[in-house]
């Protein structure tokens, strides 16, 4: 069997054969399997109900449930801000090393998602945004970020975007508007903010189009999600990196805009008129300079 280390502790009695194979699928795979029932793990590994249950007993645990709380416990350690500060501390030397090492982690990421990325998957929920009538966006904490660009890019396109904004008193009266001809795309990524998945079921409950932007297929607000688009967060740094999720929602949203063909193109160029309008950005625009400053500048003929 892996060493398990830390995460599993030592069996009671030797492991089956099967058992061993169970319990490897769980170290490599302990993000999901937090998340998944007894006949879901069952039926990824290729083991059957009582097997998965037997592990869980022969590992010293009442059942599956109690394995299970350990091994969320163990992970979310490992993800709170603290201990990933330290583990940074201990494999990084210098302020050089930290930022060659991040910029190339990033750089590989994005390589990783490129060559495993689900086209398909990706064109689907552009079609359902670019149908939608109302969209609501939620990102709370750090994928609150994540939100405002998704808002802001979809709304560049003529869609009506709500962005449901924590900390303002009123995100559950936006939550109530959100009914059976709504859709919520909800943002969450590990150590997934509770109101979000608790959004997402109300959503759900609703009769909404939960679309949700998570880690894996077994997050806690996918039960709730009528289409899922995932991509691995890092967190091998204290600080967690969307730069993979920034990429997806940038294709995401450049396939709403090809979908919507004509419409897109007629929208951004009312956009673009209404910028220039107001003058919303920055042109260089010629000045006659002062007199004193034309004077200043005037070379002086040296005797």
């Given amino acids: 069997m892996t060493n398990t280390g830390a995460l599993l502790p030592l069996p009671k009695t030797p492991l089956t054969r099967l058992q061993t194979r169970l319990a490897d699928f769980i170290l490599q795979h302990v993000g999901d399997v937090v998340f998944m029932t007894v006949a879901q793990l069952a039926e990824v590994s290729g083991v059957s109900d009582a097997t998965v249950v037997r592990l869980a007993q022969t590992l010293g645990f009442d059942g599956f449930p109690e394995m299970k709380h350990h091994l969320r416990s163990f992970m979310m350690a490992g993800h709170d801000t603290v201990s990933r500060l330290k583990q940074t501390s201990r494999n990084i030397s210098s302020v050089d090393e930290l930022v060659s090492v991040t910029v190339q982690q990033d750089a590989k990421n994005l390589a990783e998602t490129a060559e495993n990325l689900d086209t398909s998957n990706i064109i689907r929920i552009a079609h359902v945004l670019k149908d939608a009538e109302d969209i609501n966006i939620l990102g709370l904490r750090s994928a609150h970020s994540l939100a405002v660009l998704l808002s802001s890019t979809l709304g ?17 009266r936006d939550v109530n508007m959100i009914s059976h001809d709504s859709l919520l795309l909800a943002i969450s990524f590990p150590r997934y903010t509770r109101l979000t998945v608790e959004v997402a079921e109300a959503a759900h409950l609703a009769g909404a189009v939960v679309v949700s932007l998570t880690d894996s297929p077994f997050s806690p607000i996918a ?13 091998d740094g204290f600080i967690e990196s969307y730069v993979t999720i920034l990429s997806l929602i940038n294709a995401l949203v450049a396939a709403v805009a090809f979908l919507d063909g004509e419409k897109a193109v007629t929208q951004l160029r009312r956009m673009e008129q209404l910028w220039e309008e107001k003058n919303i950005y920055y042109r260089a625009e010629k000045r006659d300079l002062p007199s004193w400053a034309v004077d200043s500048q005037t070379p002086k003929r040296v005797v």
């Fill in 156 to 172: 560049f396109l003529g869609k009506r975007v709500r962005l449901i904004v924590p900390g303002t008193g009123e995100m559950w």
């Fill in 223 to 235: 039960p709730f999600s009528d289409h899922i688009l995932t991509t691995k967060c890092r967190f």
